[in-house]
């Protein structure tokens, strides 16, 4: 129960690394608020869940601002506190070569991954500040660490939050509140399912040579699974990740140089 009476908002918490994440929270004993834009979905989601009132749903779209910061908000006068904020929406939205990127693809990606980290860091911390403790949680990539062929967007996006990253753990590390980043290789979720094959044609290849590809460029030759990303949630999101901030942590089976 490393996580007892914890709670925790989760963006994107329905499904894929956001569930994997609130359901190895709820192992070890947290609450969570799962946020996403389904609320039919989302309800499902939480009564399969089987943990009564330790996991709510809360609807709402991470590009809007009011939302994120109502959700965040819900979980304070729901639970009386929020400990774990992990921003985990986003994703690669539309793929192109950059002189083919138009202005609104360039918008979406900005919006869904990296502004919707900072509206979520920025309500989070004026929660955590005044109770001197906290942790935030930030979802990057391994193109975080590099680039990619027709992924400017979402790659310049993984790289700005994990700037954001680092002058937030900066900024709140004397006042015992945590900021990390997570950076995943592959991992075969429902949305990568659903947009994997139009990135891949963009790069000119097949959705499953795309795999094959990814899983190439790691050193243990396959996809991450959620369960391992999970786990290094918990650990950020527990007493034993005290000393880890400012961190961008690869679980990307040794595919990031750094």
């Not at 399969?48 to 006068?77: H, N, P, S, Y």
């Not at 930030?138 to 992924?151: C, D, P, Q, R, T």
């Not at 995943?184 to 000119?204: D, F, H």
């Not at 000393?243 to 140089?257: K, V």
Request: charged content about 20%.
């Amino acid at each position: 129960m490393l996580l007892q009476d914890k709670v925790a908002v989760i963006t994107g918490g329905t499904a894929g690394l956001g569930l994997g994440i609130a359901e190895a929270y709820l192992r070890e004993g947290g609450k969570v608020v799962l946020m996403g834009r389904r609320a039919e979905k989302g309800e499902k989601v939480v009564a399969e869940l089987g943990v009564g009132d330790r996991a709510v749903f809360r609807q709402g779209d991470v590009m809007e601002k009011d939302q994120i910061e109502a959700t965040i908000d819900f979980a304070v006068e729901h639970f009386g506190r929020i400990d774990i904020m992990v921003n985990n929406a986003g994703g690669t939205g539309v793929t192109a070569p950059v002189v083919d990127v138009t202005d609104e693809d360039w918008d979406l990606n900005m919006k869904w991954n990296l502004y919707s980290t900072f509206y979520g860091t920025r309500r989070a911390l004026r929660y955590m500040i005044p109770q001197q403790c906290g942790r935030i949680i930030n979802m990057s990539s391994v193109e975080g660490k590099h680039g990619k062929a027709v992924l400017s967007g979402y790659v310049t996006a993984k790289h700005a939050v994990n700037g954001l990253t680092k002058v937030a753990a900066k900024e709140v590390g004397t006042q015992g509140i945590t900021v990390n980043a997570l950076c995943p290789g592959l991992v075969i979720t429902e949305i990568v399912q659903e947009n994997g094959p139009s990135t891949a044609a963009a790069m000119g290849m097949t959705f499953e040579g795309m795999v094959d590809l990814f899983s190439s460029e790691s050193a243990i030759k396959r996809p991450i699974t959620v369960e391992e990303v999970s786990a290094m949630a918990v650990l950020l999101a527990s007493d034993a990740g005290a000393g880890i901030t400012g961190a961008m942590l690869s679980i990307d089976g040794g595919t990031a140089a750094y």
